[in-house]
C-alpha cells in the first residue's frame, strides 16, 4: 500500500514527500472510518489535518483494486 502525498509550503517553494499516512478526512472523502482503515490495512495519520485530491485518488484507485 503506498502511502499519502503530503505537501509542505516554505517560503514559496513547494515540497512533496511521502507521509506516514492518510488523514481522517481523505479516509471520509473515500467514505472508510478510523477501524475501517486500519482492518484493510490502510495507513493513518490521525494527526494530519489536510486533505489532498491526489491522495484521495490514490486511495479510491486501492480501494477499486482491492475489491
Known sequence: M?????????????KVREGRGYSL???????????KALQKN??????RDSKHEESVRRLEA???KAA
Do not use: M, N, Q, S
Not at 3 to 14: E, N, P, Q, Y
Not at 25 to 32: K, M, Q, S
Not at 42 to 47: A, C, E, N
Open 2 to 14: 503506498e502511502r499519502a502525498t503530503v505537501k509542505r509550503h516554505l517560503k514559496g517553494v513547494i
Open 42 to 47: 490502510i495507513p493513518v495519520d490521525r494527526f
Open 62 to 64: 486501492f480501494l477499486k
Open 25 to 35: 478526512a481523505e479516509l471520509r472523502e473515500v467514505g472508510l472510518d478510523y477501524f
